[in-house]
């Protein structure tokens, strides 16, 4: 016999509105073993949780079933709370009338109706609940963060501040992101490099942090607490133990490549740092470039090398690394608009995507910091294209948040460095952020043309060749328009890199519908992942702009230090056990686990499971064909009996 | 009156059971046939739990899991989805209309797959009217 106690909240109206309350509450005291059913408006706040835990005392109650929303949202807020009271904390059973039941549905009677039937599995299935002791494992308190712009940056160097040992894995040669590519950034026009150069510095000064450039991570295994990340380093033909950075090898190297860091509008060299305040300042060999892997001669690098520092045998090492938490920025690409053909890019010489015109307003970009087109003259005038494939139901439907800004940047940045008249498209102005809308109003009286309405298309001019007219509709004159200008530059939608896939299934991670990585809850638990000790910050959780990155980035070190700032920890005990009086030693749950955890005894003829490994998915049990593996917290016992409780109503 | 069909949906922790929460979230209605087990993964849904299903009197069997590829625990759905086809051709040899059970893989991001998938298989059960073949005398 079990003593029974059912909570139903009504969350505000939240619940109570396609859902009677009460009747639900009347219904759970006729059913066996309940002793008490109460209800409350918020039961997740103080008086909510304090009439649970006075209930608990009063009537002695050893199974407490909340009804109100998603386990996934509280289940963990009231394990805390029967837990105080000294029952155990797996003894309760959510009901999800709220995310699964009121908010589906627009008919109390069908609500009412299915809260019933959901409450009867509850009462089913809490019956058969045992309670169960959380594993406590050690803690490693070492940490990793992986992508090096500005996101990974700061989160390391505020974990590194506390005196935790930070691994920070970036794949291209320096750290710095995208952040490194700007002049300036909305809307105070501070320079980002006066920002960023000097964190770059200190992640490199840091004793607790080891920076690991031109480097991926290739496979992550364990769980919080205890990862096991391999982290290959890609082979640079260049041994920066011995590189002293004079770069004497990047003067004298012929190899000529597309600079990735210039957007492909300037060449580098074969043996080259990416930009001349990159971090580290060693240099790496671009294979693809470089004449002696393409000729098989040259080796002029070698040879004015004096710390003998290049290695052509150099091959790729992997590195292992353990840590106790993970924090994923892995950042963003910007959609390729070659594709929208309508807009020419690639193919007319005028055209510019974003980043490239960033690079064109650096002083340590291709043009010095000049604004030229790509023949070296100067533009006379210039239009900028706003939601180029964002904002747009055909390629991507969300915002991607900062172009509106940035490209009121450009605009300011064309004025002050050129004398062309700036013409803006877009659709919406979007200037939502402290000191946004100011900056627009500061745009707008500096002689900037605003027409609303997308580019529709640029084609080459025919009556004055070279070039580019832009036509749209203005939907204030509700006229068509075709301008003349002499580039254009679009700002594209932003996107999840290219490997962000292969990144979010590494690490366990999921994708919302435009493939960013999903937060666990956007609100409670906006930079948690599925995966416990996984956290995201920065764009590749979605577009965002740089103060609210660090911002994530900050909020991200704090929460993993929740984590590794203990020496042990609790996991979840729903793992598998094995009975060895039914077991057969067939293995087949040795087969199916993803994670070794089962192994076959031969002494004894059984399997067995090792628990430090388990991560509870339950497969092993439903593979067990004589039932000798007891997923705990799902027996086959407890789902039947839930599936028999919510078939009866 | 129209015929009200029970339909026991069985979804995964990480993907289709937030994916029916996302639902609820964003307020989108479906019909409220359908009560859902959660299990931590479509893999440890033994074929059990849907014979039982049918015998208490389910008029339909809806299970969801992660995409394959996309499983939390990397290859769980890859083993639900063979033996979740074993078990509707044995649904289907015992004589019990096989469309009366399906397997979706629905993800976190995709409430809407959800609403309509329940949606579109309530109305089907609908139409196939009450199983009788499991159903066990005496159960409501």
């Known amino acids: ?649 | 009156m129209e015929f009200e069909p029970k339909i026991l949906g069985i979804a995964c922790n990480w993907c289709t059971y937030t994916g029916a929460d996302l639902a609820g979230t964003t307020r989108l209605k479906y019909p409220q046939n359908l009560r859902v087990v959660r299990v931590m993964c479509s893999s440890r849904i033994n074929p059990s739990f849907i014979f039982r299903a049918f015998q208490l009197g389910a008029d339909g069997v809806l299970v969801g899991g992660c995409h394959p590829g996309d499983c939390h625990y990397n290859t769980g759905n890859l083993y639900a989805r063979r033996r979740l086809a074993v078990t509707k051709k044995i649904l289907d040899f015992a004589g019990l209309e096989p469309s009366r059970f399906r397997v979706e893989w629905i993800s976190a991001s995709e409430g809407n797959k959800f609403a309509e998938v329940v949606k579109e298989f309530t109305e089907h059960v609908q139409i196939l009217g009450p199983q009788t073949k499991f159903k066990i005398a005496g159960v409501s």
């Open chain 1, 1 to 649: 016999m079990s003593r029974i106690g059912v909570f139903v909240c009504h969350c505000g109206l939240n619940i109570a509105k396609t859902v009677r309350v009460s009747e639900l509450v009347e219904f759970a005291r006729t059913l066996p073993d309940v002793v008490v059913a109460e209800e409350y408006k918020f039961m997740c706040s103080t008086p909510g949780q304090e009439l649970i835990q006075n209930d608990i005392k009063k009537y002695k109650l050893d199974r407490v079933i909340v009804a109100a929303c998603s386990p996934l949202m509280h289940e963990k807020t009231f394990r805390k709370v029967i837990a105080a009271t000294g029952l155990n904390q797996y003894l309760l059973t959510i009901v999800n009338v709220r995310e699964q039941t009121s908010w589906v549905t627009s008919d109390i009677e069908v609500g009412t109706a299915k809260g019933k039937a959901l409450i009867n599995g509850a009462v089913y299935r809490a019956r058969l609940l045992s309670p169960l002791v959380s594993r406590v494992i050690d803690v490693n308190p070492d940490i990793v963060v992986v992508g090096g712009g500005i996101a990974g940056i700061q989160a390391a160097l505020e974990l590194a501040d506390t005196g935790k040992q930070v691994y920070l894995v970036e794949k291209s040669p320096t750290i710095g992101g995208h952040m490194a590519q700007f002049d300036k950034t909305f809307p105070t026009l501070d320079c980002s490099a006066c920002i960023l150069t000097p964190k770059m510095d200190a992640v490199l000064q840091h004793k607790n942090i080891k920076m690991m450039t031109y480097c991926e991570v290739t496979e992550v295994k364990g769980y919080v607490g205890n990862f096991d990340i391999i982290v290959k380093q890609k082979a640079r033909y260049v041994d920066h133990d011995k590189c002293n950075a004079c770069l004497a090898c990047t003067e004298k190297c012929p190899g000529k490549g597309v600079s990735e860091w210039d957007e492909g509008l300037a060449k580098k060299k074969a043996i080259s740092i990416p930009f001349p305040q990159a971090v580290p300042q060693k240099p790496v060999i671009d294979r693809d470039s470089c004449t002696f892997f393409l000729k098989g001669k040259c080796r002029l690098c070698e040879k004015v090398c004096e710390q003998k520092a290049i290695d052509f045998e150099q091959q790729d090492t992997f590195v292992n690394i353990k840590a106790g938490a993970i924090i994923v920025a892995t950042g963003y690409d910007l959609m390729d608009t070659k594709p929208l053909v309508q807009y020419g890019y690639g193919k007319l010489p005028g055209v510019y995507s974003a980043l490239e015109v960033e690079r064109l307003f650096n002083s340590a970009g291709p043009t010095g910091g000049k604004v030229t087109l790509r023949d070296g003259s100067e533009p006379k005038s210039i239009a900028i294209l706003h939601c180029i494939g964002s904002r747009d139901k055909n390629n991507h439907e969300h915002c991607s948040r900062v172009c509106c800004m940035y490209s009121l940047k450009f605009a300011h940045l064309f004025k002050e460095k050129t004398s062309a008249d700036v013409y803006q498209f877009y659709i919406d102005m979007r200037a939502a952020g402290k000191g946004y809308e100011e900056f627009y109003n500061r745009i707008i009286e500096e002689d900037v043309k605003f027409i609303r309405g997308k580019g529709a298309r640029i084609t080459e001019s025919k009556e004055e060749p070279g070039r580019l007219v832009v036509e749209a509709e203005d939907t204030i004159t509700t006229k068509f328009i075709n301008l003349p200008v002499d580039m254009v530059v679009l700002s594209p939608a932003i996107v999840p890199r290219a490997d962000a896939k292969d990144v979010q299934r590494m690490f366990n991670l999921s994708s919302d519908k435009h493939g960013f990585f999903m937060e666990r809850h956007p609100k409670l638990a906006p930079l948690s992942t599925m995966t416990e000790g996984v956290f995201i910050a920065g764009v590749c959780q979605g577009p965002k702009d740089i103060p609210d990155t660090v911002a994530q980035a900050l909020g991200a070190a704090a929460e993993v230090l929740t984590i590794v700032s203990k020496d042990k920890m609790e996991l979840e005990a729903t793992t598998a056990i094995v009975n060895p009086a039914v077991c057969c030693g067939c293995q087949n749950c040795v087969r199916v686990c993803p994670y070794g955890a089962p192994s076959f005894n031969e002494q004894k003829n059984v399997c067995e499971i090792n628990e430090a490994l388990c991560k509870g998915c339950g497969q092993c049990a439903a593979a067990c064909p004589t039932s000798a593996i007891i997923a705990r917290h799902f027996t086959n016992e407890q789902v039947l009996a839930e599936i028999e409780g919510l078939m009866e109503y």
